[in-house]
């Protein structure tokens, strides 16, 4: 009888203490493109009482046309071949460009590395690739940002602390020996709800976590248009010139056919034209 008084009080002193959602929080900021923002991103990630940072990094690389399936090859191959590294590959692609169009080649990954892996896969990006000149690869572009996540962990990590310890005292009032059927009923629904919440939040935190322990690569590849020199566009012409000579001869012979109506109702223009002047001409004689 004392349980089933006290039941539904304690189990609203437990959820009272647990109804506290954790509201994320981010903050985007432009930090300076150079080498050593890596480094300081890593120092800054680590400290374990300092902000909790995600950093993503965007790299913008320029080199010749040949040069960018290789080198896009090799960055890929380099992330893929030793798992233990830490590097996690989320997206690949290269499109081959089309030279009829003056288009180049293009290729993007996107990865995520440990914080002392990332200057190091950047050196190797720019090592020459099989037959290219030492220096011909360019970083053009690059821009860093961070988003600090301190406050979301900090609520996720509250959250589950306030969902753990509500777990642990229904799991107690389960155990009670004098305890209803009807009340371990609700008892076994609410842990298991509970269980189902800290499930969640657990990989919401590790998700965060992860953000915070690895920095984003978003890499670009490009062809550098200025390696063509004066010669690409002749070529592009040259390669064009039956396309061009078969469409412009084609729309000629639609001018001129469209033109025939017109000819012909002109010449009966003329025609009566020149017979108004004759007649009157003889009028004015006459």
């Not at 080199?63 to 071949?81: G, H, I, Q, T």
């Not at 690869?137 to 996540?149: I, P």
């Not at 017109?262 to 009566?272: E, M, P, S, T």
């Amino acid at each position: 009888m004392r349980l089933a008084i006290a039941f539904p009080a304690l189990l609203l002193l437990v959820v009272a203490g647990c109804d506290q959602t954790p509201s994320a929080s981010s903050t985007s900021a432009g930090v300076a493109a150079a080498p050593r923002v890596m480094g300081a991103a890593m120092k800054l990630a680590e400290a374990p009482d300092g902000p909790k940072l995600a950093y993503h990094h965007w790299l913008e690389f320029e080199m010749p046309a040949p040069s960018v399936a290789p080198r896009y090859e090799r960055a890929r191959d380099k992330c893929l071949a030793d798992p233990a590294a830490g590097c996690i590959l989320t997206n690949a692609s290269i499109d081959a460009g089309d030279p009829r169009n003056g288009r180049g080649p293009h290729a993007s990954l996107t990865l995520r590395l440990p914080h002392a892996a990332v200057a190091g896969y950047e050196q190797a990006l720019e090592q020459p690739v099989a037959g290219e000149a030492a220096g011909a690869v360019e970083l053009k572009a690059r821009n860093t940002t961070a988003d600090d996540l301190t406050a979301a962990l900090q609520d996720t990590g509250r959250r589950l602390a306030q969902l753990t310890d509500y777990r642990d005292r229904l799991t107690e009032l389960a155990k009670r020996p004098d305890a209803k059927v009807e009340d371990l009923i609700k008892v076994e629904q609410e842990l298991s709800n509970t269980q189902s919440e800290i499930e969640q939040i657990t990989a919401q935190q590790s998700h965060l976590n992860q953000q915070v322990a690895t920095e984003l690569l978003t890499i670009n590849l490009s062809a550098d248009a200025a390696t063509d020199g004066i010669s690409g566009p002749v070529a592009q012409v040259w390669h064009n010139a039956r396309t061009v000579l078969g469409q412009n001869t084609a729309a000629a012979l639609r001018f001129a056919i469209g033109a025939v109506p017109w000819l012909a109702i002109g010449a009966v223009a003329l025609a009566l034209l020149a017979v108004v002047r004759s007649l009157f001409r003889r009028r004015r004689k006459s």
